[in-house]
T-cell receptor, first 119, second 114 residues
Framework: NAGVTQTPKFQVLKTGQSMTLQCAQD?????MSWYRQDPGMGLRLIHY???????DQGEVPNGYNVSRSTTEDFPLRLLSAAPSQTSVYFC??????????????????FGPGTRLTVL | AQKVTQAQTEISVVEKEDVTLDCVYE???????LFWYKQPPSGELVFLIR??????QNEISGRYSWNFQKSTSSFNFTITASQVVDSAVYFC???????????FGGGTRLMVKP
């Protein structure tokens, strides 16, 4: 298993440009999410999905769009990048505890991260 | 809303010293999960432990131990006989909704000097 993969690892954008951060997992996890990491603030939830076709907003959703057309993929789109979106982005996946039978152990698997700089 | 506070932003110790990283959380739920993650200089997030709110037993794993106290809403992490390889940023996190969405503390940067 490759686990959770993210591409690209590094990206530099100019203000106003758009791009998509890719995230994929091969563990058949229902739950996927995107976090951003900023110095001193830990990781903050941007968007999450509890299954294909279902997405919802997290703590800091503004400026980002997501979709979940398959169980495996959960791309994060920046429609018009701003310097405030300079950050490290992590994708994560896990089984849902609503799954039946419920998993006894719910570890979040994180991808390696994407470092994004917006100039 | 839930909140996780890691008051220590940076800790510096000399190798072989014991060190405790503090974590205080706030939640209105009676069912919740607490986590610790390690982020080494390479940047990836490494899962260390998960605890649910019904399990207050302390846990020991090698040089690592965790003290969960519901009475003080704390979930502290102790490294015994620290090593240089322990140098990293450590995050405490809380999850209310079925153990999926995580609220992270700001992290504690631990520097272990030889």
């Amino acid at each position: 298993n490759a686990g959770v993969t993210q591409t690209p690892k590094f990206q530099v954008l100019k203000t106003g440009q758009s791009m998509t951060l890719q995230c994929a997992q091969d563990m058949n996890h229902e739950y996927m999410s995107w976090y951003r990491q900023d110095p001193g603030m830990g990781l903050r939830l941007i968007h999450y999905s509890v299954g294909a076709g279902i997405t919802d907003q997290g703590e800091v959703p503004n400026g980002y769009n997501v979709s979940r057309s398959t169980t495996e993929d959960f791309p994060l789109r920046l429609l018009s990048a701003a310097p405030s979106q300079t950050s490290v982005y992590f994708c994560a996946s896990s089984y849902s505890l609503f799954k039946r039978p419920a998993p006894s152990y719910n570890e979040q698997f994180f991808g390696p991260g994407t470092r994004l700089t917006v100039l | 809303a839930q909140k996780v506070t890691q008051a220590q932003t940076e800790i510096s110790v000399v190798e072989k010293e014991d060190v405790t990283l503090d974590c205080v959380y706030e939640t209105r739920d009676t069912t919740y999960y607490l986590f610790w993650y390690k982020q080494p200089p390479s940047g990836e997030l490494v899962f260390l432990i998960r605890r649910n709110s019904f399990d207050e037993q302390n846990e020991i794993s090698g040089r690592y131990s965790w003290n969960f106290q519901k009475s003080t809403s704390s979930f502290n992490f102790t490294i015994t006989a620290s090593q240089v390889v322990d140098s990293a940023v450590y995050f405490c996190a809380l999850s209310e909704r079925a153990g999926n969405m995580l609220t992270f503390g700001g992290g504690t940067r631990l520097m272990v000097k030889p």
